[in-house]
């Protein structure tokens, strides 16, 4: 509680500062700027604060290092076999992408990006007029969040609960995120996504086995070379997960990329039935067609699940005739596509 003496200093300056921006119109301008800098400074105080206090859970621990984000890697981009990201930025986590393919396709007002990472698909949706907000289980990269994602984007593990309520975000996305779970955890991480989820969700999954809507899964990279011919050879109605021991692993003994869970298409659908989402093959395959003159339908395993009642009008299409690059999207991979595509008609 405030002494009289310190009330009346307070009341005294407050009054002058009226006195001066009533007075002299840049005063009052540099006035709202202060305001808007120490608001933006106490919102990203709060996240990094909270950021500081937690403790990742289990197997988490391993995201929170620096290095999983390319810090104190080979410059040259070599992993050495090892999993994590070699270098790891806007660029190279086609954020871009991903982000012109969300806001081309789905009339989301706010969005959650779960396993955000450093937040770069936050930020390019924020500048494309999306609410857009984040959480990742890493502490590091809440904490080191690029500039227009730092401050919407907390830690938030799916096995404890995010920290946001029911039904807050139109379009809730988790980019190669469920395959970092045990398969028994599964389920709990799929059932706390579809709670916070008012419309659709939006998920990558490195898979295997047909595709409904896209490019078939396949085993190379997922399991161990001296188990690669034997899952070759199993019945198309085998849905996994692949058991453990059969799991790749990188030059340091762990699974690959931390996957812990790799399944088939139809195991994938199945668990989000079971959540009450419903698979959209027609819209996944909208947003395969909008991603295949960068090349990545056969890397971007595409899930796109409405819950019940969701609004029709979410997953209603920007402009259905043009390309992302005629909506304005820039990539180094469309430019490598196209130089790819000029060099053949010249040949």
Not at 214 to 241: A, I, M, N, S, W
Request: charged share 25%.
């Amino acid at each position: 509680m405030r002494s009289p003496a310190v009330t009346t200093a307070v009341e005294k300056g407050r009054a002058g500062l009226v006195r001066l921006a009533a007075a002299w119109a840049p005063a009052r301008r540099a006035m709202a700027r202060a305001a808007d800098e120490l608001s933006y400074a106490a919102r990203v105080g709060d996240v990094v604060a909270e950021a500081r206090t937690v403790r990742p859970h289990g197997d988490s621990s391993i995201y929170g290092d620096a290095s999983y984000f390319g810090e104190g890697r080979d410059p040259s981009g070599d992993r050495q076999g090892r999993s994590g990201y070699a270098t790891y930025d806007r660029v190279s986590s086609n954020a871009d992408i991903a982000a012109f393919m969300l806001w081309r396709n789905f009339a989301a007002r706010r969005t959650l990006d779960v396993g955000c990472a450093k937040g770069y698909l936050v930020e390019a949706l924020r500048e494309l007029g999306v609410d857009a907000h984040g959480s990742d289980v890493s502490p590091f990269a809440v904490e080191h969040a690029s500039p227009g994602a730092l401050g919407y984007v907390r830690v938030g593990d799916l096995a404890q609960g995010l920290p946001y309520a029911d039904a807050e975000f139109d379009l809730v996305s988790a980019l190669e995120i469920l395959e970092h779970l045990e398969p028994d955890d599964v389920p709990v991480a799929i059932a706390e996504l579809a709670r916070v989820c008012g419309g659709v969700l939006y998920a990558t999954i490195p898979s295997f086995g047909e595709n409904a809507s896209g490019h078939d899964g396949h085993f190379d990279g997922k399991v161990r070379p001296e188990r690669l011919e034997h899952y070759r050879t199993l019945p198309r109605r085998y849905e996994g997960p692949i058991p453990k021991e059969d799991l790749a692993l990188d030059a340091v003994g762990g699974p690959v990329e931390g996957h812990l869970c790799i399944a088939s298409f139809q195991w994938w659908t199945a668990r989000f039935a079971d959540a009450g989402l419903e698979r959209r093959v027609d819209i996944e395959r909208r947003l395969y067609a909008d991603i295949a003159p960068a090349g990545l339908g056969r890397f971007w395993n595409l899930y796109v699940l409405s819950v019940p009642g969701a609004p029709a009008t979410l997953t209603e299409s920007k402009c259905p005739g043009q390309t992302l690059a005629q909506l304005g999207l820039v990539h180094p991979l469309l430019e490598h596509a196209a130089m790819e595509a000029a060099l053949a008609e010249e040949g």
